[in-house]
């Protein structure tokens, strides 16, 4: 059974940072791209960045360009990303997910899903 368990989520204010963790357990990680998404409320989910799954490439959206920082573990079968001088626009729940290229920016492109982690920005 395939899990993808977020971590690292909270409430930081603006121009703060945050690091987001996920675990990957009952898949082989180091043959998949990893992707995270993130959903406001009221609002479609949408691509935030992806890595491949040997970590040389990445992929991000361009509203986190420079102030988001996506990297892997294959040993601990986990996925980071570091979030830097965040908004409250950044505010979402925030969903890994593994795919078959990170190159693919849709949803349905990704096989499998974590629960997500809050993350609130505010004052």
């Known amino acids: 059974q395939v899990q993808l368990v977020e971590s690292g989520g909270g409430l930081v204010q603006p121009g703060g940072s945050l690091r987001l963790s996920c675990a990957a357990s009952?898949?082989?990680?180091?043959?998949?791209?990893m992707g995270w998404f993130r959903q406001a409320p009221g609002k479609v989910r949408e691509f935030v960045t992806a890595?491949?799954?040997?970590?040389?490439?990445?992929n991000y959206a361009g509203s986190v360009v420079g102030r988001f920082t996506v990297t892997r573990d294959n040993a601990k079968k986990t996925v980071l990303l570091q979030m830097n001088s965040l908004k409250p626009e950044d505010t979402a729940v925030y969903y890994c997910?593994?795919?078959?290229?990170?190159?693919?920016?849709?949803?349905?492109?990704?096989?499998?899903w974590g629960q997500g982690t809050q993350v609130t920005v505010s004052s």
């Open positions: 997910a593994a795919g078959r290229t990170a190159q693919a920016m849709g949803a349905s492109q990704y096989d499998y």
């Open positions: 890595i491949s799954a040997g970590g040389g490439f990445t």
């Open positions: 009952g898949l082989t990680f180091s043959s998949y791209a």
